[in-house]
């Protein structure tokens, strides 16, 4: 490690990639090497953009960014990420850390971890909050026979770790066993205030609900979580897949978990709609209307 900072190759490149990137090469960390699987094509221009704008070198494929690296991070779709584990296997030299901080079960990162065996020290991390506004800085669990070799280089350039275990899906575990309840939080707060635009009662349906969560201000949840399922609901119905393959993996039945990733996803396909993102920024009423006329529309 040159300088005693790591050199890292992000193997995806959306939110999650980008965001870290950013923070990192803010604190002046070089050395930073990005792939996605979009960049050869017109729709990954933009990714491409925001790479070479924060300093971020553009790859010309998987293998070329992980060359040389001390620190892999896969963050891509949860479907890809144990092909995104192939895709480097045979390319990775002096055995990085692959950071695998994709919203998977743990059966999933235990079969990327046996995918990838000697050629990298694979380390299960679980971001547990926002990637913005905190980036590089959002709190992040990590778990694997890696976690403690790892847990001080990521400290040292500014990451927030805590350990959760020495067994790879110790972090996923927690991570997908808490999106049920967070997820399906968001997916329950829409159909109950939908439902409550419709029959007019939106502010006695607030109001009566301080009665039993006195701690929370629905003002503010309401928007804040239509605004998350319409911005990321595609995404978080397929982590919300990931949950209810978890559950199974544990002998329980996800039967709220596989209602939440219908509701995630319907708001997801919903907040593309224009009429939806105009009023995104705007108050409880105005976005509840548009996504109930668009809910409207769909059917």
């Not at 959002?138 to 040292?156: C, E, Q, R, Y």
Request: charged share 20%; with cysteine.
């Amino acid at each position: 490690m040159p300088n005693g900072k790591p050199t890292i190759a992000f193997i995806g490149f959306g939110e999650a990639g980008h965001a870290i990137a950013s923070g990192l090469r803010e604190t002046g960390l070089e050395g930073m090497a990005a792939w996605d699987i979009l960049f050869p094509k017109s729709e990954g221009a933009k990714l491409k953009q925001a790479a070479e704008a924060i300093g971020v070198r553009v790859a010309q494929s998987a293998a070329d960014a992980v060359r040389g690296a001390d620190l892999v991070i896969s963050a891509v779709t949860a479907a890809s990420s144990t092909e995104a584990a192939q895709s480097v296997k045979s390319h990775l030299a002096g055995k990085p850390y692959f950071l695998d901080i994709n919203s998977v079960s743990p059966g999933r990162k235990q079969n990327s971890a046996r995918e990838l065996g000697d050629a990298a020290r694979y380390i299960d991390v679980a971001i547990i909050a926002p990637i913005y506004p905190a980036r590089h800085q959002t709190p992040m669990l990590i778990a694997g026979p890696g976690a403690k070799g790892v847990a001080p280089v990521l400290s040292a350039i500014g990451m927030k770790i805590s350990i959760s275990g020495t067994e790879v899906g110790a972090a996923a575990a927690i991570k997908m066993v808490r999106s049920v309840m967070i997820k399906g939080i968001e997916a329950l707060t829409l159909e109950c205030f939908l439902a409550a635009a419709r029959a007019g009662i939106v502010d006695e349906v607030a109001v009566s609900m301080k009665n039993n969560y006195p701690g929370l201000d629905w003002a503010k949840i309401v928007p804040y979580n239509l605004e998350r399922m319409a911005n990321h609901g595609e995404r978080r119905a397929a982590e919300m897949e990931e949950s209810a393959e978890t559950l199974r993996e544990l002998g329980v039945e996800p039967l709220m978990t596989v209602a939440t990733v219908k509701r995630q996803r319907e708001m997801g396909q919903i907040g593309t709609q224009q009429s939806v993102r105009v009023v995104l920024d705007k108050d409880r009423a105005a976005m509840l209307n548009a996504i109930s006329t668009a809910a409207r529309d769909r059917h």
